[in-house]
């Protein structure tokens, strides 16, 4: 699986989503926060069902290349994910895993059959970001969307500290 991430602060642009045959595209904000000690939020995407029950992880963001693996044991921060699919992963994974992120809008743009929605049988589903920071809080926004769809159909949320807006379009 190939994830194509872009920021915006790094002045990239994502080609657009009728550009390709399907898929999604998250929008995840980082909000510019002035605190006297700042350190980048842990983040982790993923697409849950209806009852909260975990169904494929899109990205971790984390400090990854850390001597020793010490960016691993932050890692259990991220609450809910790790619960519901982190603990039972050996990070980092090809695919999924990157960097921490500065503050500013971030993209994830996934093609169907990188993300295999095709494994997702028709109902409700909601995408989850989740995001931790050292001193500082822990956040979690869902963002509600059906499949399969018929054209591209999007949806937002919006977060309170950790997360700004969070955004997701998906195309058949």
């Known amino acids: 699986m190939t994830l194509k991430m872009t920021s915006l ?11 390709r045959a399907g898929g999604l595209e998250v929008q995840v904000e980082l909000p510019d926060i002035s605190v006297a000690e700042y350190h980048r939020p842990y983040v982790a995407v993923w697409i849950e069902n209806n009852r909260g ?4 992880d899109l ?19 991220l609450r809910l994910w790790w619960r519901r699919s982190g603990r039972s992963l050996d990070m980092p994974v090809d695919g999924f895993t990157g960097a921490t992120r500065a503050p ?8 169907s059959a990188e993300v295999q929605m095709s494994t997702l049988a028709p109902g409700d589903y909601a995408l ?5 920071r ?5 956040e979690v926004v869902r963002v509600p969307f059906s499949w399969p769809v018929s054209s591209a159909t ?10 700004g807006a969070v955004s997701l379009t998906v195309s058949p």
């Open 9 to 19: 602060c790094g002045a990239l642009v994502l080609a657009s989503a009728a550009a």
């Open 53 to 56: 029950q975990h169904q494929m």
């Open 59 to 77: 990205a971790v963001w984390y400090d990854h290349q850390m001597r020793n693996k010490e960016g691993n044991k932050w890692l259990k921060d």
């Open 104 to 111: 500013g809008t971030h993209y994830l743009s996934m093609e």
């Open 128 to 132: 989850v970001v989740e995001a931790a």
């Open 134 to 138: 050292e001193v500082g809080g822990r």
């Open 154 to 163: 999007g949806a937002s949320a919006q977060g309170n500290n950790e997360l």
